[in-house]
């Protein structure tokens, strides 16, 4: 079992930046690749960005690409995702998830999920 937790979200002015953190539970985290997913009211849960198991290699969904970075701290059993240059357009809700593969961009291919942590971004 992984019990995830993410945190720093908040409100922050277009242009800005936040850095998210998923901190799990669970020794067994470390074998898990991890996901960023995001929900903004009446859409779907859309897929953000993952990262394999060791933090070797990463994925982004193409409107993040060259503004997020996904990064984790096995050592410290959290995972990151650094948000920059943040338009109206990236405020949601955003989970991290664990399982599947980084390659993994559906919802359902991961496991174990966390609560959730408001991002929003005002014009």
């Known amino acids: 079992q992984v019990q995830l937790v993410e945190s720093g979200g908040g409100l922050v002015q277009a242009g800005g930046s936040l850095r998210l953190s998923c901190a799990a539970s669970?020794?067994?985290?470390?074998?898990?690749?991890v996901g960023w997913f995001r929900q903004a009211p009446v859409k779907e849960r859309e897929f953000v960005a993952a990262?394999?198991?060791?933090?070797?290699?990463?994925n982004y969904a193409d409107r993040v690409k060259g503004r997020f970075t996904i990064s984790r701290d096995n050592a410290k059993n959290t995972v990151y995702l650094q948000m920059n240059s943040l338009t109206p357009e990236d405020t949601a809700v955003y989970y991290c998830?664990?399982?599947?593969?980084?390659?993994?961009?559906?919802?359902?291919?991961?496991?174990?999920w966390g609560q959730g942590t408001q991002v929003t971004v005002s014009s």
């Open positions: 990262i394999s198991w060791s933090g070797g290699s990463t």
């Open positions: 998830a664990a399982g599947g593969s980084y390659r993994s961009s559906k919802p359902t291919e991961y496991n174990y």
């Open positions: 669970g020794r067994t985290f470390s074998n898990y690749a």
